[in-house]
């Protein structure tokens, strides 16, 4: 029946996240060219800056690409501090709206759920905007991470734009990372990909990449999971099992594609491990074990203990303040003083709390199992910490895969000279130390709907007919694994109601 009522189509939106100087451009152009040519796709893009930014506040001026840049930075902030920190998804919704109108209204006779079109939105820069463009666009809503090293971000700016170093790494500071809730937030953007490309060497290697993507989403039944891609899943699942009152973070050791230990963020207990919740026999509950993880104690004993260093110092302070400043001033000057301890590096503390990092707990997992570490491999969630980094380094651990970046962490400056990042250095320079590069592939948000034949939220797959012969794909009559519906629950009730009734009526 539901055969007959037409509530998917073949849209897809496809938005793009990576750091300034990040060549997205590139990217978009590359994407672009497969689903004209090979996927029989028509492409619309839509471009932040230039179609949303720019409508709002030109850039009239005659200045430099550092102003220009910086300009539609402040005025992006300024939109998501004044409206949401979702108002520019919502734009871009419009945009794509708007495309559709003007699409049906030059095309009256065709129709347009048998369009073959695509959105690309270069680019995004808020984590907001992306939980908003899922949410209304559902599964057919793809997010592309494109990752490229700091300094090649920064000789981009440099030739590219013409600007100086300083201002350039003004930039890319910027763009990790505002404090506040609406500026920009590209490292928490980042890590919520559905498929994450590298640009290193030349196109022809993110071109493949892409292909890749397109493959999968387009219901390619013969392309399976890297060992890189499984064990960045395994690492992810991992993770789910932490308690943990800050994050949940997850590791796998592996070597010779094999996994050897799996570990994640959470109170360690007695004889090794860390507090799994139980079974209740007696009462039929599944239970955790009272005062073991952090939740059951009510408290996080690491941000206590940081707010009892801000009180301390800020009594002794106080002391101060109250023998040499007038009393008009004490107060104003004690508030100042406490919000500056509270914005300081204090914050970062790690080492008060109860919890074992997931990198702590895979390496002392084979620890307790007589696996040696020499020469493995550790992917991670997250970037190590400095506290792990030193561990992982004394395991004899040869790499760190990591999806998500982390800003606290401390461990490539600690120790430059046994870690390095591969991409920031030539292959020659990278001998003898520890390696820490970036996740690329599908992430684990898309693992099970990409990869499995049944049990994703997408069509069945199949790779063989009635006789067992393989199936043929085709690129450009392929369609989406996962299509777009264009009827909320509720619409599609009521068409199922209406022919219900019909039915009946007929009987």
């Given at each position: 029946?539901?055969?007959?009522?037409?509530?998917?189509?073949?849209e897809?939106?496809?938005?793009?996240?990576?750091?300034?100087?990040?060549?997205?451009?590139?990217?978009?152009?590359?994407?672009?060219?497969?689903?004209?040519?090979q996927?029989?796709?028509?492409?619309?893009?839509i471009?932040?800056?230039k179609?949303?930014?720019?409508?709002?506040?030109?850039?009239?001026?005659?200045?430099?690409?550092?102003?220009?840049?910086?300009?539609?930075?402040?005025?992006?902030?300024?939109?998501?501090?004044?409206?949401?920190?979702?108002?520019?998804?919502?734009?871009?919704?419009?945009?794509?709206?708007?495309?559709?109108?003007?699409?049906?209204?030059q095309?009256?006779?065709?129709?347009?759920?048998?369009?073959?079109?695509?959105?690309?939105?270069?680019?995004?820069?808020?984590?907001?905007?992306?939980?908003?463009?899922?949410?209304?666009?559902?599964?057919?809503?793809?997010?592309?991470?494109?990752?490229?090293?700091?300094?090649?971000?920064?000789?981009?700016?440099?030739?590219?734009?013409?600007?100086?170093?300083d201002?350039?790494k003004?930039?890319?500071?910027?763009?990790?990372?505002?404090?506040?809730?609406?500026?920009?937030?590209?490292?928490?953007?980042?890590?919520?990909?559905d498929?994450?490309?590298?640009?290193?060497?030349?196109?022809?290697?993110?071109?493949?990449?892409?292909?890749?993507?397109?493959?999968?989403?387009?219901?390619?039944?013969?392309?399976?999971?890297?060992?890189?891609?499984?064990?960045?899943?395994?690492?992810?699942?991992?993770?789910?099992?932490?308690?943990?009152?800050?994050?949940?973070?997850g590791?796998?050791v592996?070597?010779?594609?094999?996994?050897?230990?799996?570990?994640?963020?959470?109170?360690?207990?007695?004889?090794?491990g860390?507090?799994?919740?139980?079974?209740?026999?007696e009462?039929?509950?599944?239970?955790?074990?009272?005062?073991?993880?952090?939740?059951?104690?009510?408290?996080?004993?690491?941000?206590?203990?940081?707010?009892?260093?801000?009180?301390?110092?800020?009594?002794?302070?106080?002391?101060?303040?109250?023998?040499?400043m007038?009393?008009?001033?004490?107060?104003?000057?004690?508030?100042?003083?406490?919000?500056?301890?509270?914005?300081?590096?204090?914050?970062?503390?790690?080492?008060?709390?109860?919890?074992?990092?997931?990198?702590?707990?895979?390496?002392?997992?084979?620890?307790?199992?007589?696996?040696?570490?020499?020469?493995?491999?550790?992917?991670?969630?997250?970037?190590p910490?400095?506290?792990?980094?030193?561990?992982?380094?004394?395991?004899?651990?040869?790499?760190?895969?990591?999806?998500?970046?982390?800003?606290?962490?401390?461990?490539?400056?600690?120790?430059?000279?046994s870690?390095?990042?591969?991409?920031?250095?030539?292959?020659?320079?990278?001998?003898?130390?520890?390696?820490?590069?970036?996740?690329?592939?599908?992430?684990?948000?898309?693992?099970?709907?990409?990869?499995?034949?049944?049990l994703?939220?997408?069509?069945?797959?199949?790779?063989?007919?009635?006789?067992?012969?393989?199936?043929?794909?085709?690129?450009?009559?392929?369609?989406?694994?996962?299509?777009?519906h264009?009827?909320?629950?509720q619409?599609?009730?009521?068409?199922?109601?209406?022919?219900?009734?019909?039915?009946n009526?007929?009987?």
């Amino acid at each position: 029946m539901l055969e007959d009522i037409k509530i998917t189509n073949h849209e897809l939106v496809i938005g793009l996240v990576g750091a300034v100087g990040s060549r997205l451009g590139q990217l978009s152009d590359i994407v672009q060219n497969l689903l004209e040519q090979q996927f029989n796709y028509q492409v619309e893009i839509i471009r932040v800056s230039k179609d949303i930014l720019a409508e709002f506040y030109p850039y009239t001026q005659n200045g430099s690409a550092f102003d220009r840049i910086q300009h539609y930075m402040d005025k992006g902030n300024q939109l998501r501090r004044d409206y949401q920190t979702d108002f520019l998804a919502l734009q871009i919704v419009k945009k794509i709206y708007q495309r559709r109108q003007m699409w049906q209204q030059q095309n009256p006779e065709q129709d347009i759920q048998q369009r073959r079109v695509a959105y690309i939105v270069d680019s995004l820069k808020h984590e907001s905007e992306i939980q908003a463009l899922r949410q209304i666009y559902g599964n057919g809503f793809f997010q592309l991470s494109l990752y490229e090293s700091k300094s090649t971000r920064t000789h981009a700016l440099v030739t590219r734009y013409g600007m100086s170093e300083d201002k350039a790494k003004i930039l890319i500071e910027r763009d990790e990372g505002e404090s506040n809730s609406y500026g920009q937030h590209t490292s928490e953007a980042f890590h919520l990909a559905d498929y994450f490309l590298k640009f290193e060497h030349n196109q022809n290697q993110l071109r493949e990449s892409c292909l890749r993507f397109l493959k999968l989403i387009f219901k390619n039944p013969y392309i399976t999971p890297t060992f890189n891609e499984f064990a960045a899943y395994m690492s992810f699942s991992a993770s789910l099992r932490s308690a943990d009152l800050s994050r949940q973070v997850g590791a796998v050791v592996a070597r010779d594609e094999t996994i050897l230990a799996i570990g994640s963020n959470d109170v360690p207990k007695f004889r090794g491990g860390t507090y799994w919740p139980y079974f209740n026999e007696e009462t039929g509950a599944v239970e955790d074990v009272p005062n073991g993880r952090d939740y059951m104690r009510g408290y996080d004993v690491n941000t206590q203990e940081k707010q009892g260093i801000i009180q301390d110092l800020l009594g002794k302070i106080e002391g101060v303040i109250e023998r040499e400043m007038p009393d008009e001033r004490r107060a104003s000057v004690k508030t100042e003083i406490e919000n500056i301890l509270r914005q300081s590096k204090i914050k970062n503390i790690l080492e008060y709390g109860r919890v074992v990092h997931a990198e702590m707990d895979a390496l002392l997992s084979c620890s307790r199992s007589n696996i040696s570490t020499v020469g493995a491999t550790l992917f991670v969630t997250t970037f190590p910490c400095h506290n792990c980094a030193k561990h992982i380094l004394a395991a004899g651990i040869e790499k760190v895969v990591f999806v998500e970046p982390y800003p606290k962490s401390l461990a490539l400056h600690l120790h430059h000279e046994s870690i390095t990042q591969r991409w920031e250095q030539q292959e020659s320079e990278i001998h003898n130390k520890l390696i820490f590069e970036p996740f690329v592939g599908v992430g684990a948000r898309s693992f099970m709907n990409l990869f499995s034949l049944s049990l994703g939220v997408g069509e069945k797959v199949k790779r063989k007919d009635a006789f067992g012969r393989v199936l043929d794909w085709q690129a450009d009559t392929a369609t989406l694994r996962m299509p777009m519906h264009v009827l909320s629950y509720q619409a599609l009730e009521e068409k199922i109601m209406q022919i219900m009734q019909g039915k009946n009526t007929a009987d």
